[in-house]
Nanobody, 124 residues
Framework: QVQLVESGGGLVEAGGSLRLSCAAS????????LGWFRQAPGKEREFVAA????????YYADSVKGRFTISRDNGKNTVYLQMNSLKPEDTAVYYC?????????????????WGQGTQVTVSS
């Protein structure tokens, strides 16, 4: 069982930055994957970025590549999402998720544990 708690959302102007945090507790494995997803009103939940818990391996959605950076601090059991050059279309509820997989994946179905979400709003 893994528990996830997100923080760091808020309101920011276009072009600005935010850093989201996801504190994880519970049991993790060498093939644990942590991911960030987002869901805008009326839209399906979409993949943003993922990172492997045990090695430095990351994976990004094309829409955020070059603007967002996922990282982790194993000592603090925390995963971060640094979001730069934010756009109004980045507005969504952002969710942290955890799954067990030997492959970095953006598939929602591969993640078993989810946080409660944190709102990110980017004004134009």
């Amino acid at each position: 069982q893994v528990q996830l708690v997100e923080s760091g959302g808020g309101l920011v102007e276009a072009g600005g930055s935010l850093r989201l945090s996801c504190a994880a507790s519970g049991r993790t494995f060498s093939n644990t994957v942590l991911g960030w997803f987002r869901q805008a009103p009326g839209k399906e939940r979409e993949f943003v970025a993922a990172i492997r818990w045990s090695v430095r391996s990351t994976y990004y959605a094309d829409s955020v590549k070059g603007r967002f950076t996922i990282s982790r601090d194993n000592g603090k059991n925390t995963v971060y999402l640094q979001m730069n050059s934010l756009k109004p279309e980045d507005t969504a509820v952002y969710y942290c998720a955890a799954g067990v997989s030997w492959v970095l994946t953006g598939a929602v179905s591969e993640y078993d544990y989810w946080g409660q979400g944190t709102q990110v709003t980017v004004s134009s």
